[in-house]
């Protein structure tokens, strides 16, 4: 068998293979559709054959293909309740807390403001504003957590909590 014939030949077989796998995808897709939707009569499939092919030239035997009636009954989705609570209108209004303020020192060395004073938001990692004193910038944090209605946390030199939950009384 020359290469042109067997090229050829195997086209044959792949094109074949591939209208197999459509045909059997396009099967179990109309199975599935008819799984979701509820109906009570079945639904009547069939299912055309693709022709053989035979050559003299082509080694490849291929099983025949038999046209098929499928008939699948639908089976319905079981009926499921579900019972919805409505929450209490305190559970419902809940708004998150605002962040804290906190004041502590710059320790990186290759900053400007190394070892000045900063106000950082809770979580963040970008500083809002550098002091060179802890009292201006705890007077800046105030400031802040009272239009943002929050707290400020103030820590000591070696960044443990020197007092927490500071809000200014009045």
């Known amino acids: 068998m020359g290469f042109f014939k067997k090229r ?3 086209k044959l077989a792949e094109q074949q293979a591939k209208a197999a796998l459509e045909q059997k995808k396009a099967e179990e897709l109309l199975v599935k559709q008819q799984s979701q ?9 069939e299912v055309k054959a693709t022709p053989k092919v ?3 030239t082509v080694a490849v035997k291929q099983e025949p293909i038999v046209e098929k009636k499928v008939e699948a009954p639908i089976k319905k989705a079981p009926v499921v309740e579900k019972k919805v609570e409505a929450p209490a209108q305190d559970e419902t209004k809940k708004e998150p807390k605002p962040a804290k303020y906190h004041v502590s020192q710059n320790k990186d060395p290759k900053s400007d403001n190394h070892r000045n004073w900063r106000v950082r938001k809770e979580g963040s990692e ?9 009292k201006e910038a705890i007077e800046y944090a105030e400031s ?3 239009t943002a209605g929050s707290s400020v946390v103030i820590h000591k030199l070696d960044g443990s909590i020197r007092k927490q939950s500071y809000t200014k009384k009045e």
């Open 54 to 56: 035979e050559q003299k």
């Open 37 to 45: 939707t509820v109906k009570e009569e079945p639904v009547k499939l």
């Open 144 to 146: 802040l957590a009272v």
């Open 8 to 10: 050829k030949a195997r």
């Open 126 to 134: 970008k500083t809002i504003k550098f002091f060179s004193t802890q």
